[in-house]
């Protein structure tokens, strides 16, 4: 069933829904859980100053001034996390206080006189990569001990204590912990629920191993904190996110599995460096598998692309090791982020992009001849992508809890409204009120797990397209799935779609059209719909099979950030790139786990 509806009426009808009495009223709001500051040395190289307190400032809507422009958020967000590196923590309060410990060090000196992009660079090689890539990363010479992290880390506690405001707008507590073992991308980005946080954060020089991280969690739980870990940037991992034996080489174990979904509800499914979800050299029957697929990544480090390292694959093996373990280990639900290293929460405007490291991808030039140092080439860089999450206030536990619940949904920079439900008794209905009301008591929401059932079960689907942005072409559900043989399989399925199309005799939905002029980069919405709502039911279900099932809508072609770059300097555009995206949206997934 399809249907797309006016956006209005759409818009009343949640906002007066009356849910089941113990799931109160969900709104979705928008927030950021990855940037980076002048606390974090590789963003500090790039000339950022921007402390925490300033990046929460652009945050809540407020102008700042980077890369000598002033730079304002169309729309304040409704929450983020600054996620200043815990490895370069003390070593930059060092640097930039004038009465720390080490503040006049040779080493720091020279730092803060850095001025050419090749001494900068060569920097960011002896002091990040040489370092945090090898088998054993430390502490520089110049580092002044605990002390002065610790000072770091009550910089970025008290810029969140500063700007959260219950209600209104939520300051997140947050590290990364920024492990590289073997050049593979192993980062997470640790979240606090609230105030009750230790003295000092973990960091990679502790251990670069991820079960060892899990412990620290454990040991801080234990001492009253409550935190969860975001993994990212699975497509740099090296094979090593969704791993075939724990850190030391050993099988995995159920514990193993446990203690990983413990920690990690979440993963982020695209930042600035590159879209994570799947790859078009491995999923070739997937139309829309060609989006900011970052390949220029495997330049650096041996990071050579493999299938397991993008998250649907992640999700399916996860499915698989459930049968043999007794525990889906990825059991992963969905976050956004934008790994901005010039302090900006949520700079996500394709029009307005400026690249997110400073000199290294800050003028047109650079963006389109030259490359960020030791990542990515210039124009293989992604515009990143934000969070949404269904909470019932704009609190810090309502915020975290719908993360940790997995109720989440991320979108590649634009705000585009989704929501999905799955149960066997949900009603077919293009009324979104119902549709949430039987969603609660009926169902489960993204995130959720169906067990047990005798029935096909049927999945309501709404996406409500960004009231500044581009209009919305469709939404699909993307089902994996593993067979008695224990092989993983998937399939793609178009559910709810604009513009009075129909599918073809192979199954295929046409595409929506192109609107975009790309000699002005201007489009319009003349195709596509601002609402779409849907029900679908799994035909070929199967009681005894595990599954997951997750909703990715899309947008109508827009134009790329590297096409309104081109326009504005009179440029050609760039053949190695696409001049026009489809912007996205992709919810949580929703498992089913047969009974017993």
């Not at 729309?75 to 815990?86: G, M, Q």
């Not at 650079?366 to 990542?375: F, I, Y």
């Not at 199954?507 to 975009?516: H, I, S, Y």
């Not at 696409?578 to 997934?589: F, H």
Request: some cysteine; glycine content about 10%.
């Amino acid at each position: 069933m399809k249907r797309a509806i006016p956006l209005a009426s759409c818009a009343a009808l949640l906002g007066s829904v009356a849910l089941a009495e113990d799931v109160p009223q969900r709104n979705a709001y928008y927030g950021e859980t990855h940037l980076h500051t002048a606390l974090s040395l590789d963003a500090y190289i790039g000339g950022t100053r921007l402390l925490p307190s300033d990046s929460l400032r652009f945050a809540k809507g407020e102008q700042v001034v980077v890369n000598g422009r002033v730079k304002q958020l169309d729309r304040p967000l409704d929450f983020a996390a600054v996620s200043d590196h815990a490895e370069y923590l003390g070593e930059m309060y060092s640097a930039m206080n004038p009465t720390a410990p080490g503040y006049d060090n040779e080493d720091l000196q020279a730092l803060r006189g850095l001025e050419t992009l090749e001494d900068k660079q060569s920097w960011f090689f002896k002091y990040v990569v040489a370092n945090n890539r090898g088998d054993n990363p430390q502490h520089p010479a110049f580092y002044q001990g605990p002390e002065t992290t610790q000072s770091g880390w009550q910089v970025v506690i008290d810029a969140a204590e500063t700007h959260n405001d219950p209600g209104n707008f939520t300051a997140l507590i947050a590290f990364e912990w920024t492990a590289v073992p073997g050049g593979g991308n192993m980062h997470r980005n640790v979240i606090f629920r609230d105030n009750i946080v230790p003295e000092l954060p973990f960091d990679s020089y502790q251990s670069n191993l991820v079960e060892e991280l899990w412990a620290w969690l454990q040991l801080i739980e234990d001492q009253g904190s409550t935190a969860l870990a975001i993994p990212h940037n699975s497509n740099a991992s090296k094979q090593q996110m969704f791993p075939e034996t724990d850190s030391y080489g050993n099988a995995l174990t159920e514990e193993w599995a446990s203690t990983r979904q413990k920690w990690e509800p979440l993963i982020e499914m695209m930042q600035i460096k590159g879209n994570s979800e799947v790859h078009e050299a491995f999923w070739q029957a997937d139309e829309f598998a060609n989006f900011e697929n970052a390949d220029s990544i495997q330049k650096n480090s041996n990071r050579y692309f493999h299938k397991r390292d993008f998250v649907r694959e992640g999700l399916k093996i996860g499915v698989a090791l459930e049968q043999s373990l007794g525990t889906n280990p990825y059991k992963l639900g969905f976050m956004g982020g934008t790994d901005s290293h010039n302090g900006l929460p949520a700079d996500v405007i394709e029009s307005d992009f400026i690249g997110g490291h400073g000199a290294e991808d800050g003028t047109i030039e650079r963006r389109r001849t030259s490359g960020v140092g030791g990542w990515i080439d210039g124009v293989d860089l992604s515009i990143g992508s934000i969070g949404g999450v269904w909470a019932e206030e704009n609190t810090r536990a309502a915020i975290w809890d719908a993360m940790k619940r997995k109720e989440t949904f991320t979108t590649s920079g634009t705000r585009i409204k989704l929501r999905m439900f799955g149960g066997s008794g949900l009603t077919a209905t293009d009324d979104p009120a119902l549709m949430v009301s039987e969603g609660y008591r009926l169902g489960v929401p993204m995130g959720g797990d169906l067990t047990g059932l005798d029935g096909a079960p049927r999945f309501s689907v709404y996406a409500e397209k960004d009231p500044l942005g581009a209009n919305l072409d469709r939404i699909q559900i993307i089902k994996g799935w593993v067979d008695e043989a224990g092989e993983i399989h998937e399939e793609i399925f178009d559910v709810a779609w604009s513009d009075e199309r129909s599918k073809n005799a192979a199954g295929n939905l046409d595409p929506v059209g192109n609107t975009v002029n790309l000699e002005t980069a201007e489009y319009s919405n003349d195709i596509g719909a601002a609402v779409l709502i849907g029900t679908w039911t799994d035909a070929a279900f199967d009681p005894a099979q595990s599954a997951f099932y997750y909703a990715r809508a899309l947008e109508i072609p827009t134009p790329r950030w590297s096409t309104y770059d081109a326009v504005r300097a009179g440029l050609p555009l760039l053949p190695e790139v696409p001049a026009t995206i489809q912007e996205r949206a992709w919810g949580s997934p929703i498992w089913y786990e047969p009974q017993g």
